[in-house]
């Protein structure tokens, strides 16, 4: 069974930094591009990053700079480190595997 299990969202103060991760099973991880959208209300979802199996990374444009990928093929577990947050970072982040197949999501607010 495929599963894509995103966690370590929440609740930050703007400036304030979190790190998403994302457990996968059932999937050739080593072997499989990743990646990070979001969606905000009301707004079509957006590509955070990517990062291919060989962990070459791409990053959406709003979020060079800020924001890290990486990927650990021992555990089968991509990250999204997000530092200096803002309040229209506020979303819900899914992990994918070469946008296929998808999360549930995980919230992340940023407050003013």
């Known amino acids: 069974q495929v599963q894509l299990v995103e966690s370590g969202g929440g609740l930050v103060q703007a400036g304030g930094s979190l790190t998403l991760s994302c457990a996968t099973s059932?999937?050739?991880?080593?072997?499989?591009?990743m990646g990070w959208h979001r969606q905000a209300p009301g707004k079509q979802r957006e590509l955070v990053a990517t990062?291919?199996?060989?962990?070459?990374?791409h990053y959406g444009d709003s979020m060079k700079g800020r924001f890290t990928i990486s990927r650990d093929n021992a555990k089968s577990t991509v990250y999204l480190q997000m530092n200096s947050l803002k309040p229209e970072n506020t979303a819900v982040y899914y992990c994918?595997?070469?946008?296929?197949?998808w999360g549930q999501g995980t919230q992340v607010t940023v407050s003013s």
């Open positions: 990062i291919s199996s060989g962990s070459r990374v």
């Open positions: 059932g999937i050739i991880f080593s072997l499989a591009p």
């Open positions: 994918n595997s070469d946008r296929s197949i």
